[in-house]
């Protein structure tokens, strides 16, 4: 007798998290496509994410062009990977096309990334490989932003007040 109240109870448990956790989960689905979306764009710091990025991108290329050495291009390259990973967790957004777009920029992004990692000198033709993913990249992120911005209305800026330098730095 004890026993079956003790399931009852804990069914009970069960049933009342679920219907917490759908709620929950539902409460961000509400609004326009264009509210929700403009929404997703705020929260997940998109404009930020891509701004940074192109900072990776760009101190890829400032480390190679100042002759500062293979390991510091590959510091660069391991905050890279990094950040598309971390940015790519975002997803999905609100609009698959524009989900479609950032995924393959993300992904662009980190086998960049990857190249420019496994590079074992400055002028391996792999770093001529993460160039053109990376440019590969940035157009994608251009196409997501236009489609952001005629969906919504509004523009994404993609500036950081700061972009770090990680060239000559170590992440261990």
């Known amino acids: 007798m004890i026993a079956k109240a003790w399931l009852w109870i804990g069914g009970l448990v069960v ?26 764009v705020v929260t997940t710091n998109l404009g930020q994410d891509v701004g940074t990025l192109e900072g990776d991108s760009a101190s890829v290329r400032k480390a190679l062009a100042s002759h500062q050495g293979v390991t510091a291009a590959h510091t660069v390259c391991a905050a890279m990977a990094n950040d598309a990973q971390t940015f790519n967790d975002a997803l999905p957004s609100p609009d698959s096309t524009l989900t479609q777009l950032l995924a393959r920029a993300y992904s662009l992004e ?27 990249a940035a157009a994608l992120f251009g196409q997501a932003l236009r489609r952001v911005r005629v969906l919504t209305g509004s523009s994404v800026p993609t500036t950081t007040t700061t972009v770090p330098d990680l060239t000559g730095t170590t992440l261990f």
């Open 15 to 40: 049933v009342a998290v679920g219907v917490v956790a759908f709620v929950s989960l539902g409460a961000g689905v509400h609004g326009t496509p264009q509210q929700r979306l403009k929404s997703w």
């Open 110 to 136: 980190y086998d960049a990334a990857e190249s420019c990692y496994r590079a074992p000198s400055p002028g391996s033709r792999l770093f001529v490989v993460s160039a053109h993913d990376a440019d590969r």
